[in-house]
């Protein structure tokens, strides 16, 4: 099932920290295989990293896969993408992608799977607010509940951060017990 405000939503709030959405009319496609044609692959690792990873439609972008429930197909492609094309990339842009590859993993209910990627967009070159919103996510995924608090703290006191990251972050501390998918949806309301 296909549902651009879903799509809308996940790329403002994971990785724009931008925009608004209402959660509760959004839902998530059921993970499922999918094969992604030769020609579609082609196209997407061979575009620039805007088409592949900052658009939200057509064959260069990894995102629809997500609409999809093509969750492991996802990780797949941006994992590829990122091994082909690093040499063309930023820092910014692989820790990006790396990130990206976490949350396919993770939206996917690969919790375990998705950690290493995510520690490895941990970079150090990266600025405060990056950081504490990766480390709120490894909380979240380890459960860690004072980790997630700290997290949260280190993400409102850093100078630039996003509203809508923090909603995020709000809503894996008001659902530490549900899956990843579930807590991006739960930020609370807010007054």
């Not at 504490?132 to 380890?142: G, K, W």
């Not at 860690?144 to 850093?158: H, N, Q, V």
Request: glycine share 6%; hydrophobic share 45%; net charge neutral.
């Amino acid at each position: 099932m296909r549902n651009p405000s879903l799509r809308v939503f996940l790329f403002a709030a994971m990785l724009l920290g931008t925009g608004s959405a209402h959660a509760a009319d959004m839902r998530m496609a059921a993970p499922k295989a999918c094969t992604i044609e030769e020609s579609r692959q082609a196209a997407m690792l061979a575009a620039p990293y805007d088409a592949f990873d900052q658009t939200m439609t057509g064959n260069a972008s990894w995102r629809p896969l997500i609409d999809e429930g093509c969750y492991a197909a996802a990780a797949d492609v941006v994992s590829l993408y990122l091994t082909r094309n690093a040499g063309r990339l930023s820092a910014e842009q692989i820790w990006t992608m790396r990130f990206h590859v976490g949350q396919a993993l993770a939206m996917g209910g690969e919790d375990a799977q998705s950690i290493p990627w995510f520690k490895q967009s941990r970079d150090p070159q990266a600025d405060t607010e990056w950081l504490a919103y990766v480390d709120a996510t490894l909380a979240f995924l380890t459960k860690d509940a004072s980790a997630l608090a700290a997290g949260r703290a280190a993400y409102a006191a850093a100078p630039h951060h996003g509203a809508q990251r923090l909603k995020v972050i709000d809503g894996f501390r008001a659902c530490l017990t549900k899956t990843y998918t579930e807590a991006l949806m739960c930020a609370p309301a807010q007054p």
